[in-house]
């Protein structure tokens, strides 16, 4: 029996063609496909007072937040295959911790993405087994950058740390059922160490410790001051815990101690009700943003519940949405809406009027 003794310099060369058509992309057998140029951004909104609004950009996987793969990473891809990478299924809740992260809850895929676009990096945070991640509703975020999730279907609390690593899970009862009936907005007091969580289906709100045990609760349903129908989402800022009160059609303020202070909307069609709230945040001039999953579009109120302005509207071009969902403002005034529906998050930025040379107003 012969063996064909292989000829080194034809193996060298193919080899040369191989690389050369990886690294132009020209894939053997595969034409280029067009590319599609994306529709443009909206135009900046030029608002009353020198304030603005900016259209910054969105992101749906993993993809966004690691970036353009280099040289070797783009020659390994084509070679192996790409990777599959995470991307959003059913997007709901989002918020940022101090080292600027998007933390986005993603019921759709029973886990929690953590982007960190400075360095290029991304976790996908679930669990399993006893006490299972089964739909991850909405994030607070404490001082030291823990992540707290409800989870509306087990009716639990998870508790992880800023590693994304599994700490503990509140009102997780010896059956194996959940504490809450329907666990939905959270938010965090890291000084005063509580938890805000409301209870949609209790039509109440309950105040915890930090170690889960129950202090008391706030409110119960009905259409009077801190009377709730199926609230939603929570959010603290300063003395104010703003209270999603969803089939009321209005957004509640109270004091950390549950005292009314003031509320705004109303139920109708019109701009300026509401008729799907959903998520509520304040931006650096104390002006009230809130989601409206049916109008597709982000509302702006005064506090005295004067609709300044809104942006949005149906579709899944930049800038639109459909079914919309959570919101954040952070300290920089960036707005990031959770575009349930088309799958994504947009960020907006929002500058505020400008100040007279020397601060004087």
């Known amino acids: 029996m012969r063996f064909l003794r292989p000829n080194r310099g034809r193996a060298l060369t193919a080899a040369g063609v191989l690389l050369l058509a990886a690294c132009t992309g020209l894939a053997l057998g595969r034409e280029k496909k067009p590319q599609v140029a994306p529709p443009p951004p909206p135009p900046p909104m030029v608002l009353e007072g020198g304030r603005s609004l900016k259209y910054e950009g969105g992101f749906s996987s993993e993809a966004e937040a690691r970036g353009k793969p280099g040289f070797w990473g783009h020659l390994l891809n084509i070679i192996a295959g790409a990777p599959e990478l995470h991307r959003m299924m059913r997007p709901y809740s989002v918020a940022t911790d101090s080292r600027g992260r998007v933390v986005v809850t993603d019921p759709g895929s029973g886990g929690v993405h953590v982007f960190d676009f400075e360095k290029h990096k991304y976790k996908f945070i679930t669990r399993e087994g006893k006490d299972a991640l089964v739909a991850p509703q909405c994030v607070a975020v404490d001082a030291q950058d823990n992540l707290y999730i409800t989870d509306s279907e087990s009716g639990k609390i998870f508790v992880f740390d800023a590693g994304g690593k599994f700490r503990r899970v509140i009102g997780s009862l010896k059956g194996g059922e959940g504490y809450f009936k329907r666990p939905t907005g959270i938010a965090v007091d890291s000084a ?48 104010e815990l703003l ?6 059609f209005r957004i509640q303020a109270l004091d950390r101690s549950g005292k009314f202070l003031f509320s705004i909307g109303q139920e109708g069609t019109l701009s300026g009700s509401m008729f799907r709230p959903k998520g509520v945040d304040v931006d650096s001039e104390g002006d009230l943003y809130v989601v409206d999953g049916i109008f597709d579009t982000v509302q702006v109120f005064n506090r005295s519940g004067r609709l300044l302005y809104y942006f949005g509207g149906s579709g899944d071009a930049p800038g639109e949405f459909q079914l919309p969902a959570g919101l954040f403002v952070d300290h920089n005034d960036r707005i990031y809406v959770v575009d349930s529906y088309n799958q994504r998050v947009q960020v907006f930025r929002y500058s505020g009027a400008a100040k007279p040379a020397g601060g004087v107003q």
């Open 192 to 239: 005063a160490q509580r938890i805000y969580v409301t209870d949609t289906l209790r039509h109440k709100i309950f105040t915890l410790d930090l170690q889960g045990n129950v202090l008391g609760t706030i409110g119960q349903r009905g259409t009077g001051e801190t009377e709730f129908n199926f609230p939603t989402e929570l959010r603290l800022h300063g003395n």
């Open 243 to 248: 209270v999603v009160d969803a089939m009321n």
